[in-house]
């Protein structure tokens, strides 16, 4: 167990369907990570949030909406996805802080399938 | 982003050391070299990183080339756990650090 948690772990949604992803870290850290690995590509990171605000947005559509409420809790609304959405959502946390090294923790993943 | 190049895929025996090479001939001079590998149905996991010189951990050895454009991941007993895709990424050292996944190589172990 890395600290990290993810549910659910796999999820089937229609295209018209809302739904939300969590990630939960039990690690204090204060920063955390949405990715997304496709079939055949890298992964990809999505978004960034340090300090509960968010750092970076690499260019996701809208149909992916973050949210931060607090340090150990992240969330990925998705809603009116794309069959090419399908993929393994990954999140991951690390320590935001210059003295030191923070290498990342990252949870099991969700496995979403969109029809 | 720096370019790396890795094999797409490797095999060793098992008990055997094993020598993960990564080119990455545009690193800039401040850019870490992180590895991260990725084992079957999980999320990566950290393995080690280093500016300049060899890095030891429990884990692995990280030799990097004199003039950086290189460096080499080095299992030095291979176990069937070993099996997983490995990744080097250039980067910096940074808060929140953003990093950049390339393909990897995919390291099977033979028993």
């Known amino acids: 167990e890395t600290g990290v948690t993810q549910t659910p772990r796999h999820l089937v949604m229609g295209m018209t369907n809302k739904k939300s992803l969590k990630c939960e870290q039990h690690?204090?850290?204060?920063?955390m990570y949405w990715y997304k690995q496709s079939a055949k590509k890298p992964l990809e990171l999505m978004f960034v949030y340090s300090l509960e605000e968010r750092v970076e947005n690499n260019s996701v559509p809208s149909r992916f909406s973050p949210e931060c409420p607090n340090s150990s809790h992240l969330f990925l609304h998705l809603h009116t996805l794309q069959p090419e959405d399908s993929a393994l959502y990954l999140c991951?946390?690390?320590?935001?802080?210059?003295?030191?090294?923070?290498?990342?923790?990252f949870g099991p993943g969700t496995r979403l399938t969109v029809l | 982003d720096a370019k790396t190049t890795q094999p797409n895929s490797m095999e060793s025996n098992e008990e055997e050391p094993v020598h993960l090479p990564c080119n990455h001939s545009?690193?800039?001079?401040?850019?870490?070299i992180h590895w991260y590998r990725q084992l079957p149905s999980q999320g990566p996991e950290y393995v080690i990183h280093?500016?300049?010189s060899n890095v030891n951990n429990r884990m692995a050895s990280l030799a990097i080339a004199e003039d950086r454009k290189s460096s080499t991941l080095i299992l030095h007993r291979a176990t069937l756990r070993d099996a997983a895709v490995y990744y080097c990424i250039p980067s910096l050292i940074q808060g929140a650090q953003k990093l950049v996944f390339g393909q990897g190589t995919r390291l099977t172990i033979n028993p």
């Open positions: 690690l204090g850290h204060n920063a």
């Open positions: 280093g500016l300049t």
């Open positions: 991951a946390s690390s320590q935001d802080g210059a003295s030191s090294y923070n290498e990342q923790f």
């Open positions: 545009t690193i800039s001079g401040t850019d870490y």
